[in-house]
């Protein structure tokens, strides 16, 4: 009787086991990857850092595009620097007495984006 129902637990662990072992099976299967996609994760592991060139006015700068510092692209001027201070300036200033007129000030603004 012992016997019976010692070979009764044995099989139904035997039979937990074996289910066990399949799924875990079918999970390895489908968590692999194809070559397709291990291929394009790793298309980013040869990728670089932002590359910066020093300028001839000593400013580092995006290659092929122009100094922000001296608005010189090629050795001449294609971005006027002084115009541009000059037009954030004004947004900036604008900015300021709109906030004044709306009954804010640009730190209750920072406060409350702070705590949103
Ligand atoms: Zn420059």
Redesign the pocket.
């Known amino acids: 009787m012992a016997r019976a129902l010692e070979r009764a637990r044995a099989e139904s662990f035997l039979a937990d086991w074996r289910e066990i072992c399949i799924i875990l099976c079918h999970m390895v299967v489908r968590m692999r990857r194809n070559h397709s996609q291990t291929a394009k994760r790793r298309s980013h592991h040869g990728i670089k850092g932002a590359v910066l060139a020093v300028?001839?006015?000593?400013?580092l700068?995006v290659p092929h595009r122009a100094?922000?510092?001296?608005?010189?692209y090629n050795g001449r001027v294609v971005v006027d620097i002084v115009a541009r201070a000059k037009k954030e300036a004004r947004r900036a200033k604008r900015k300021q007495t709109d906030l004044r007129e709306s009954g804010q000030t640009s730190e209750t603004k920072e406060k409350t984006a702070a705590s949103a």
């Not at 300028?55 to 400013?59: K, Q, V």
């Not at 100094?67 to 010189?72: A, E, L, V, Y």
Request: proline letters at 8%; one cysteine or more.
């Open positions: 300028h001839e006015c000593g400013a700068h100094c922000p510092t001296c608005g010189k």
